[in-house]
């Protein structure tokens, strides 16, 4: 009954943590903790917005204690960019191109676009989920959507020049 | 016309005030094939919008809560049968011991003679077991006497 948002969960943890691998991981440890909740929660909507609290926490939580001195991780992610720097050259234009924009923003600036261009959340929802206010969510959606905008313009310019 | 909108939209969009109906709109006209020349790099990043929300979680979700229930059960289980079959098999091992019926010689000399019998047969059984392990202490004795003279 929790699997209609199980989709958000995993793009919104796949989203922080990049690795498919460890988003799955996320995910299944985030539906297991609304499942355990289950019996709390009656209503579908504040359910959500409950998953999408806990998947941020999760991962950010996991974040930090990965970036707390863990060598091996930080070699992944070095190996992770590589492999999606190598995509870049072989297509500018593909979509995989915009993810790693998105990907290099700052953790709350993609937990915004993530929540708002790409599921399309009220600004509502967002700020009850970030527990933020709706103008600080406006003002940090604006700086991401413009820092995307001017990286592409700049790629694209390249392009032609 | 469509442009004007269009470049507005994407104005207040990048100042992060268009409603979600607005933000559609834009994600429609950039599906679209005929798009501006300088606004041709906005579409990518559309695209990429619409075809990030299809991606989904394919891996089967386990609910360890569920598990946990029914692998105590089965060990509750278990364990009761186990008991059980120890308890049924030495319940039968003790009869298996002492099945003597009762009964006089005078009746049934045969049977008494019998019983008797095997009575004795446990008894001396029974002693055999007993001298066998004095029969370690007579060798320790022995070897004592052999090292103390």
């Known amino acids: ?161 | 016309m469509v442009l004007d909108r269009i470049e507005k939209l994407i104005e207040s969009y990048l100042e992060g005030e268009t409603s979600i109906a607005e933000e559609n709109e834009l994600k429609v006209y950039f599906s679209s094939s005929d798009v501006a020349q300088h606004l041709q790099h906005y579409q990518s990043l559309f695209s990429y919008f619409s075809q990030a929300k299809e991606e989904q979680f394919s891996r089967e979700i386990l609910l360890p809560t569920k598990k946990k229930n029914n692998l105590q059960m089965w060990s509750i289980a278990a364990s009761v049968v186990v008991l059980l079959g120890a308890g049924t098999f030495m319940y039968l091992e003790n009869n298996k011991s002492d099945d003597f019926v009762a009964c006089s010689p005078e009746d049934n000399p045969e049977l008494a003679l019998q019983q008797t019998q095997k009575a004795l047969a446990l008894v001396s059984e029974h002693l055999n077991t007993g001298i066998k392990s004095v029969r370690y202490i007579n060798e320790y004795e022995e070897s004592k006497d052999k090292i103390f003279k």
């Open chain 1, 1 to 161: 009954m929790v699997s209609p948002f199980k989709d958000k969960i995993f793009r919104l943890a796949k989203r922080l943590l990049i690795s498919t691998e460890e988003a799955e991981d996320a995910t299944q440890e985030v539906m297991v903790k609304l499942w355990i909740k289950n019996e709390m929660l009656s209503e579908l909507r504040s359910m959500e917005a409950m998953a999408m609290t806990m998947t941020k926490n999760y991962c950010l939580d996991q974040l930090k204690s990965k970036r707390a001195g863990n060598l091996t991780l930080v070699h992944n992610n070095y190996t992770d960019s590589q492999a999606s720097l190598q995509q870049k050259m072989e297509d500018v234009d593909s979509w995989s191109w915009v993810e790693k924009i998105i990907n290099d923003l700052p953790e709350q600036q993609k937990l915004i676009i993530q929540m708002r261009d790409i599921e399309q959340y009220e600004f509502e929802d967002i700020a009850k989920t970030l527990g933020m206010s709706e103008a600080t969510i406006r003002v940090a959606l604006s700086r991401a959507r413009k820092t995307i905008r001017e990286i592409m313009t700049k790629t694209h310019n390249y392009g032609i020049g």
